[in-house]
């Protein structure tokens, strides 16, 4: 009996260190740890942020609006730019901004789901804000993002569901629109 024992612990043993890498990393340790307390380095769109270590990442269950282009600008007979006549912020931009406020600069947490990229080879993720709010359905709520939920990626569905459903009942932002 203590044979069998001996060869199962050894097994075990065989197995966890086959599956540590070259830096001496076990990718299943590594999961859990590594997205634990990161920074985020860069807001690119409303539903996609840039980590410290490099990594894009896609926030699950919701569709951002797409950063604004470059528009054109006017100039004078100088080549001075001269002031917009609408000093009005486009719902894109001000979508971003609202999203780099909540999180950019800020140590984060990051939690997946069943799958874990997207055909874009972005890492698909929850980010849990440092005051514990899933900033997901934060994005949601305040009208700044749509809802999207796609199997198998369900594990925050509800809190994302009521947080569209708020923003919608409250007419904000793109659940204004309908």
Same mark, same amino acid.
């Given at each position: 009996m203590k044979n069998k024992i001996l060869f199962l612990a050894i097994c075990i043993s065989m197995f966890c260190l086959s599956s540590v890498r070259a830096d001496g990393l076990n990718p299943l340790l590594e999961a859990s740890m590594k997205y634990e307390n990161i920074r985020v380095a860069h807001v690119r769109a409303v539903d996609r942020l840039l980590l410290e270590n490099g990594e894009k990442i896609a926030l699950?269950?919701?569709?951002?609006?797409?950063?604004?282009?470059?528009?054109? !600008? &006017?100039?004078?007979?100088?080549?001075?730019? #001269?002031?917009e006549d609408d000093p009005k912020v486009p719902f894109e931009e001000e979508a971003i901004r609202f999203t780099r406020d909540l999180c950019e600069g800020r140590f984060v947490r990051i939690e997946f789901d069943s799958q874990r990229r997207d055909d874009e080879g972005f890492i698909l993720a929850y980010v849990i804000l440092p005051d514990g709010k899933l900033l997901?359905?934060?994005? !949601? &709520?305040?009208?700044?993002?749509?809802?999207? #939920?796609?199997?198998?990626?369900m594990k925050y569905a509800e809190k994302i569901r009521a947080a569209?459903?708020?923003?919608?009942?409250?007419?904000?932002?793109?659940?204004g629109e309908w």
């Open positions: 699950i269950g919701i569709k951002g609006p797409r950063p604004p282009h470059m528009k054109d !600008v &006017r100039r004078d007979e100088h080549g001075f730019i #001269l002031p997901n359905a934060e994005l !949601v &709520r305040a009208g700044y993002a749509a809802l999207k #939920l796609t199997p198998p990626n569209y459903q708020e923003a919608r009942h409250a007419m904000r932002g793109l659940q």
